[in-house]
């Protein structure tokens, strides 16, 4: 039987979502606890990778069991967890689904904040120019043009190791969630490794009027890559959402 697990965490302490030797990561810990409470090993199969810092909302990961879950699994399992990683929901699906391959698309959200504030640290960054300095409509016009451009060989640090840098993006915006609280959406169908925060980091650029518009365009259409890349800090940006065939 094969089970989707909707699941958050914070990464703050953790060495990304993949397991890796001699690092804590979130699948390791989930696989662990879940090794605890079904009695068993399991393998934990994710919907993507998500770097060292970064943090999930909307996570999906399946596993395939020989019985059905128990009742109680979910309070068995948040219990066996971690208290930064929990698991809201898990439900059946058919066999032929799969958390990696099957998604449709995936929603990242990229929390900004322009004031100081010593609840938001791990969880958003700080940019330290304010509100009214940054230039909010440069950085929307720059977002725009993401969603007419599919080729991304410019924000992909090892495009040889992509088998395609193609990817459509749906959504790319810029929501104002309080008077020093930003959000930049973006939707698409795949994304490639550091995609999100490497855009980020330019339309910080753009906002900070270290870069202009038109050269973030004319970069993108002749996908060059920068000499050395700049990431966003991975505090701020959370995996949303992964959507699937109704």
């Known amino acids: 039987m ?30 662990i606890a879940l090794e605890k409470v079904l009695k068993r090993r399991v393998s934990l199969i994710g919907c993507g990778r998500t770097d060292a810092g970064v943090h999930a909302s909307g996570y999906i990961a399946h596993i395939d069991i020989p019985d059905a879950l128990p009742v109680s699994f979910l309070a068995k399992i948040n219990f066996a967890l971690p208290e930064d990683i929990a698991i809201h929901r898990a439900w059946e699906v058919e066999r032929g689904l799969h958390a990696q391959f099957s998604a ?115 970069r993108l259409q002749a996908g060059e890559r920068p000499d050395h890349f700049v990431y966003a800090l991975a505090q701020g940006l959370r995996l949303y959402s992964v959507r699937y065939p109704e």
């Open 2 to 31: 094969r089970y989707f697990l909707r699941l958050s965490y914070d990464g703050t302490h953790y060495h990304g979502w993949q397991r890796q030797p001699n690092v804590l990561s979130v699948q390791e810990s989930i696989e």
């Open 104 to 218: 449709i698309n995936r929603t990242y959200h990229y929390h900004l904040h322009t004031r100081k504030s010593p609840f938001v640290r791990h969880h958003s960054t700080l940019l330290h120019d304010g509100t009214e300095k940054l230039d909010w409509d440069a950085m929307q016009a720059a977002a725009d043009y993401l969603l007419d451009h599919s080729e991304y060989k410019g924000c992909c640090k090892v495009p040889e190791k992509h088998d395609s840098t193609i990817c459509q993006i749906s959504e790319a915006q810029f929501v104002r969630h309080g008077e020093h609280d930003w959000c930049f959406q973006i939707t698409g169908n795949r994304f490639l490794r550091g995609m999100v925060r490497l855009l980020v980091a330019q339309l910080i650029n753009i906002g900070t009027g270290k870069d202009k518009v038109a050269d973030f365009k004319a």
